[in-house]
DNA sequence: ATTCATCTTGTACGAACGTACAAGTACGAT
DNA sequence: ATCGTACTTGTACGTTCGTACAAGATGAAT
């Protein structure tokens, strides 16, 4: 009375991807040391054989995971890229481009985890130097190379505080501090 | 030919203690999610056992590392109140601080496992908050609690990029910063 | 000297893991 | 229409995991 299911249509590039945004969800929500093959096959709703069909070891799938969330990541700093250039005040502007980003605290938690991964795995970092690199990119024409540094800096580390605190954002206090770091 | 290996001196304290080290030292090297009862017993060269002798579960294993890692930042935290209270220059106290901390990058590696640990495990979040909360009291005094908190997330943020570039410390840049948020 | 709670040690067990693979199906090439 | 490659799906295998526990050894109390 049972059989097995019936195959669905073939589209290898989207399982592909599919099979990435799933892991990179289940990075956020149990880390990278407890990723497996099942939680993400159960997270696709794919069989397990899937994921070996596509991505031959663990790491492999893992690794397309990040690579999928710092994708993600380098369309948001585009996007910043975008907004500061048509903001009147950069600070400012940063800020809110703060709030938005602490607004979903999952992409933040996935960073980090990235972070954490390149500090242990030095195939991982260039996948972590993306943000770290991108961002005093963008700020450079703006405040200087020293200064985007430093308020990169900042940045991580209120965003760090976020994480650990679930505090709100002292949005007045980031803009002051922002200024001061840009020496405007 | 055999038989068990004939029984050490007991010490129920000090094995308690080397439980929690050996499981410090596994997560510094594989990280909470892969952190195990085995490769602790190992690390610890004490039968397995004893690890859940003495932790009814892996999480109070892991908690007991994860505590015993901030008890040791504790420590290093008043160390940097005294260094502080008897420094000419503030900036230039923390930016030497800092290079001193960033010479063993296994405990900023550590630090930072707990605190990508302590945004997914609320019950971890004390833990987390002795850093994020210390640095700045300890700061206040010298340059107020608003900055006190800037020049905190700014050294957060220093760390994690250190850990992601294995790149030196720019000890003259990180100073200035400092300065340019205590408003010197 | 005997007792007993406490600690040590080795082993056992079911569950979950990474990975391999057989069997079946879809679909472009012919 | 058929054929062959590429993909889908379910299952199997050996390993490692968290946890439980039996059996022996210790050492303070009596």
Redesign the interface.
Known sequence: MTGRRPQRARDPEARRAALAVATMEVIA???????THRAVAAKAGLPLGATTYYFPTLDDLIAAGLRHAVDMLQTDLDEWAERLRSAPDVAEALTGLMCEYLGD?RQA?LE??L??????DEAL?PL??VW?RGLPEILEPYVGA?AG??I???????I??A????SEL?AP?LT??IR??A?T
Chains 1, 2 share one sequence.
């Open positions: 929500e149990a880390g990278v040391g407890r990723t605290r938690r980090y985890e972070c954490v991964a390149a500090a242990r970092r972590a130097e770290m020293a540094r430093d990169c800096a900042l940045l991580d580390g209120i760090l505080l994480l650990v605190t679930e002292d206090g002051a501090a001061r770091l020496g």
